[in-house]
């Protein structure tokens, strides 16, 4: 269906990973009953940069749909669950929402035992970074499957909704992007951030734009906490 896919991440610091499974888990179990279309993967970080702010759990809930999908994101399942989040949660959680147009014929949403989620926000510096930075560096990023084949099952990037704010941890700005892709495996992942030509690209289209600490990665494994 064409339309457009949104997708909102919820990055925390549970006190208990079983506490912050049985949420997730509940929140799926609500969403389903009630028949919305939004899907839900959740895990634990298990990224190899230490670039997650001190977040060890993810929850992504993801809308493909023509209708309005920001909206079911405002049900009461997920105030339940951003409720029991706060609690649960030993600093504030991170809420990111962003959203891009979908293809009719896009299969956007991969699933194998083996694939690995992998977020990447970049919050560049609005004071130094001209437009065609950004844009070259998110461009730079899109083409990586092509550029570095072997890695990858899917990739998305996307510009972070205006409204959100981020936290003390990890503040957000209207020059923040999101990049969500999914490695093929475990290998893909290690031999991704080891490739010497990845480390080029960063050092020199992203890093010299971002604000301080404006990098985080989260990788996580669905369903695992």
Known sequence: MAGTLVR????S??????????AAESLAAELERSGSEAAIEFGADNSHEPLAHG????LVASSASSMDNEASFSSPPFHDFTAKLAKMSSEAYLEVPFSRPLDAAESWDPVSEQYIRHLVLWRFDEDKTPD???TTAVNGYKMLP?????????LETAKVLST????NTFSLNAATVALYSTYLNAEAQAGFVNDDRRKKFKAEYV??????GGCLVF???PGAC
Do not use: W
Not at 13 to 22: E, G
Not at 207 to 212: F, G, H, I, N, R
């Open 132 to 134: 065609d930075a950004v």
């Open 219 to 221: 990788d996580f494994v």
């Open 207 to 212: 890093e010299p734009y971002l604000s301080k």
């Open 146 to 154: 092509t550029a570095l084949p072997g890695y990858f099952a899917h």
């Open 8 to 11: 909102l991440v919820f990055l």
């Open 55 to 58: 977040y060890t759990h993810a």
């Open 13 to 22: 610091t549970p006190r208990s990973a079983a506490d912050f499974k049985a």
């Open 164 to 167: 959100a704010k981020g936290t």
